[in-house]
């Protein structure tokens, strides 16, 4: 069992940046964990994947090039480094964990943490 706590939401304006911190309960170096964001009325979607050793990362197109994710396995705690921000980027901001390999699907996910609101102003 992995307990996840995100944090660092908050209000920002468009083009403003926010780092989100994902803290897990124990060591996750052996999972994959992915960033996923839910606004109100829409879907949750994914945002961005990390392996398991931090080294690699795939986006949303949408976010390529704004949003920087990272895992910090000493720490155990990942990071989502949110820049030049866009309205469209608000809604609740969702970690999760599953062994090994990253992926997009986040049914695939085993371990959630209880989210946190990004809200951009235009």
């Known amino acids: 069992q992995v307990q996840l706590v995100e944090s660092g939401g908050g209000l920002v304006q468009a083009g403003g940046s926010l780092r989100l911190s994902c803290a897990a309960s124990?060591?996750?170096?052996?999972?994959?964990l992915g960033w996923f964001r839910q606004a109100p009325g829409k879907e949750r979607e994914f945002v961005a994947a990390?392996?398991?050793?931090?080294?690699?990362?795939y986006y949303k197109d949408s976010v390529k090039g704004r949003f920087t994710g990272s895992k910090d396995n000493a720490k155990n705690t990942a990071y989502l480094q949110m820049n030049s921000l866009k309205p469209e980027d608000s809604g609740a901001y969702y970690c999760?964990?599953?062994?090994?390999?990253?992926?997009?699907?986040?049914?695939?996910?085993?371990?959630w943490g209880q989210g946190t609101q990004v809200t951009v102003s235009s």
């Open positions: 999760a964990v599953r062994p090994f390999v990253s992926s997009r699907k986040d049914h695939e996910y085993d371990y």
């Open positions: 990390i392996s398991s050793s931090g080294d690699t990362t």
């Open positions: 124990r060591t996750f170096r052996n999972y994959a």
